[in-house]
């Protein structure tokens, strides 16, 4: 069996990482008599340099007129140039914020947690908002399973949604990294369409072990199963959108954006569905650990398209302390070491 954890993350990401690379460093050249003259780089969000702002949606095939929409928004809010896009994975989001080969870099990409930890590690960015669903800035996950903590997973069938789900798969390869488990010894793994289908294997015997956003088992949908499978392992909360701003981007445009940002769909707060609504509205709360319902005939256009395009409704200033926990969550998985290497 292949090495399990890093054909889901691992390599995803480091295959993008090494076509960027490490900035070759070459003799300074003589300047030509008349180079003293030619004109400065524009900066990004001039009409002649867009800034790009890219995203990878939890469903591509629903983000409908999502980008046009955020795009006009965040435009006229703004005065910056912009265009909004999408991307396929984190990895290809990092790639474009982190490319060194290009004149101008004109990227700010909406990362996951641990591709935020990424860039960081890489000095492609600063970290400027968070997305927010419901009140709520990130989801922990969980791996399913019976016989008591990670240790029981190797030599288990592990059933998953998909090779390149975060939560039924890349985070529980992680975990196991973060835990000094070998993922290579790990069972037969098996792909499910949908958790309607997995969750029922994992009560019969079928699948041994699976992962999953945190709250699964005791949302509605699937409550039936939440007192026979057992949680073996809960991970930090993992922020549901990092927007991270390319160096070169000045600070009086950041800051534009930044206001543009939380002008056009706010905080999350108000369209929360959990009876804790109001108390939430007053004291805005911390990533969490349960699945947030949002009643969506609430939702401006804006904050629909910004679910579409994010899978959160809202957005907050970053808060750096709370991605303190995933940054410490990379660091134990070895991930980021081995990524930053040239």
Not at 15 to 35: D, K, M, N, S, Y
Not at 140 to 145: D, K, T
């Amino acid at each position: 069996m292949t090495r399990l954890a890093r054909l889901t993350y691992l390599l995803a990401v480091a295959l993008v990482l090494a076509a960027c690379g490490q900035e070759e460093i070459l003799p300074t050249p003589t300047p030509e008599p008349l180079a003293f003259f030619a004109p400065t780089p524009l900066s990004p969000g001039r009409s002649a340099n867009p800034l790009q702002i890219l995203f990878v949606p939890p469903d591509a095939e629903s983000i409908g007129n999502a980008a046009p929409t955020l795009e006009g928004e965040l435009e006229a809010r703004s005065g910056l140039a912009l265009t909004v896009g999408t991307v396929g994975s984190p990895g290809e989001a990092l790639n474009a914020l982190c490319d060194y080969n290009d004149g101008d870099r004109f990227v700010a990409a909406w990362l996951d947690g641990p591709t935020t930890v990424l860039a960081l590690e890489r000095g492609c960015g600063d970290v400027a908002l968070q997305g927010v669903r419901g009140g709520s800035t990130g989801l922990a996950g969980v791996v399913l399973g019976r016989g008591g903590g990670l240790g029981s997973v190797p030599g288990r069938t592990f059933c998953r949604l998909e090779l390149t789900d975060f939560y039924s798969w890349v985070l529980p390869n992680l975990a196991l990294e973060a835990n000094n488990i070998d993922p290579t010894d790990i069972g037969d793994v098996f792909d499910y369409p949908s958790y309607d289908l997995l969750l029922p294997d994992m009560v019969n015997g079928t699948c041994q072990t699976t992962g999953a956003p945190a709250g699964l088992l005791q949302s509605e949908e699937y409550a039936e199963f939440a007192n026979q499978i057992p949680v073996a392992y809960t991970s930090p909360p993992m922020p549901y959108g990092v927007l991270v701003y390319p160096p070169e981007l000045l600070l009086a445009d950041r800051e534009a954006l930044t206001e543009a940002f939380i002008e056009a769909v706010g905080d999350g707060v108000a369209v929360q569905t959990t009876e804790e609504a109001d108390e939430a509205a007053a004291v805005p709360t911390l990533p969490n650990d349960e699945l947030i319902a949002l009643d969506e005939s609430l939702l401006t256009s804006n904050q629909t398209a910004l679910l579409n395009l994010l899978g959160a409704e809202g957005v907050r200033p970053v808060n750096e302390g709370e991605l303190v926990r995933v940054q410490d969550f990379m660091q134990s998985t070895g991930l980021v070491e081995v990524l930053a290497q040239p």
